[in-house]
């Protein structure tokens, strides 16, 4: 599981142990920078919290990708709309 540990990690997602591991609710990148959690990042630490199965796990990894996706691609091309960026 050391590797699932690590992934999260990379993807903002996870508790911060006082040995880096897991423990308690871990605040997701937007989150961290003030704004709102998202409620994919949410599901991902319940499912580790609740030590669920690695196919669930894939499941809400494979999810909360594409919703960053989705908001990156909203991001661009908002930022290719604006007329002073």
């Known amino acids: 599981m050391a590797g699932m540990s690590a992934m999260m990690k990379t993807m ?6 006082a040995g880096g591991g897991g423990g308690g609710r871990g605040m997701g ?9 998202d ?3 949410d599901a991902l630490q319940q499912a580790l919290d609740d030590n669920a199965p690695s ?6 990894m494979t999810k909360l990708r ?14 290719s709309n604006c007329g002073i960026c």
């Not at 903002?12 to 142990?17: A, H, I, L, R």
């Not at 990148?29 to 959690?37: M, R």
């Not at 196919?55 to 809400?60: F, G, M, P």
């Open 66 to 79: 594409a919703v960053r996706k989705a908001k990156q691609d909203e991001k661009v091309k908002a930022q």
């Open 39 to 41: 409620p994919t990042e």
């Open 12 to 17: 903002g997602v996870g508790g911060g142990g």
């Open 55 to 60: 196919a669930q796990l894939k499941a809400v």
């Open 29 to 37: 990148f937007l989150t961290a920078l003030g704004g709102a959690p």
